[in-house]
């Protein structure tokens, strides 16, 4: 992500929704973007689907969809922020993340944010399969949002891989994004590899290849973190330990051969920290590689497919 021009924030008509705007005012207002508020209701398309009467049908959709722009109308005089420009959008749609995805086929936005709507029963907000597909489909960076506030100064950290010509193309793009997305809030921004392989000589080319791009985007040593061990044992745990605000990783793969690889190191993110935001990056820097996967690679391959497009 090189702008950031407007954002498009999915509310779940929820308590999660005030923070969720809240977040998107912080990053809008240092960057100057505008945010679409957008209310799906997915339930109502479902019994539309069903309806054999359709002026009943209709009736329904006119009622429902009152309802919605009138709670997103109070929604964005309760958050107080005149200097934003938020425009309103209610649609109704099933799946709701097609609906999600049309509605960023028609304005484009640069990010997209929504809090996780499944269930989970020592958590509020768990991701569910609309989430988990949204990850995949969406169209432009995704900010999954829980349920913590932000610190005044926030913790980002970005999780890259080195390994190959083309994860470090991707890597640029996670780091850069991270970057650009912690000056728009303030936040100080870690950059994170973990390294398996036990060639000294790999790992220290590796590390250098991490440095040199950490210094490129202002990211000091100190905030540069080489692991050693797979990805899967070793980050989770290092991130909770950190207790970072937001993590920034690749976008989810939309080759369904590399899922099973994908949702190993995910999933155990996503329990590991339950309060941390996820931002999943989908474009890539113009003229940049993209962060192909090498299938051949071997079972640390879920590195490069966890956090590839």
């Given amino acids: ?26 990053l809008a207002r240092s960057i100057g973007a505008q945010i679409y508020l957008l209310s799906c209701d997915a339930a109502l398309a479902k019994t539309l689907q069903h309806s054999y009467n359709s002026e009943d049908a209709e009736k329904a959709w006119n009622i429902c969809m009152s309802e919605h722009l009138s709670y997103l109308r109070t929604l964005r005089a309760a958050a107080s922020a005149p200097d934003v420009q938020i425009s309103i959008d209610a649609v109704c749609h099933s799946p709701l993340y097609e609906g999600i995805v049309r509605k960023a086929g028609e304005i484009h936005p640069d990010l997209i944010m929504k809090a996780p709507c499944g269930a989970h029963p020592l958590r509020r907000f768990a991701f569910d399969a609309n989430d988990w597909h949204l990850m995949r489909e969406s169209p432009a960076t995704l900010m999954l949002v829980r349920e913590a506030a932000w610190a005044p100064n926030p913790k980002f950290a970005a999780l890259v891989d080195v390994r190959g010509e083309g994860a470090t193309g991707l890597a640029e793009t996670i780091v850069h994004t991270s970057e650009y997305l912690a000056l728009g809030c303030r ?14 000589a ?38 909770a330990h950190r207790h970072y605000d937001a993590i920034v990783l690749g976008g989810l793969t939309h080759r369904k051969g590399l899922a099973p690889l994908i949702g190993t ?45």
Avoid: C
């Fill in 202 to 239: 790999e790992r220290n080319e590796r590390a250098g290849t991490l440095q040199r791009l950490a210094r490129e985007y202002h990211v000091p040593p100190t905030r540069t973190h080489v692991l050693s061990g797979s990805p899967e044992v070793t980050l989770p745990d290092f991130a």
């Fill in 187 to 200: 936040a100080e921004l870690d950059v994170i590899y973990s390294e398996t392989s036990e060639d000294s």
């Fill in 1 to 26: 992500m090189d702008k950031l021009t407007s954002i498009l924030v999915v509310v779940n008509r929820s308590d999660a929704d005030r923070l969720l705007l809240e977040k998107a005012i912080r």
């Fill in 265 to 309: 190191l995910t999933s155990k993110l996503v329990e590991a920290l339950a309060d941390t935001d996820f931002i999943l990056v989908k474009r890539a820097l113009r003229g940049k590689h993209t962060g192909a996967v090498d299938l051949k690679a071997g079972p640390s391959v879920a590195w490069n497919a966890a956090f590839g497009d």
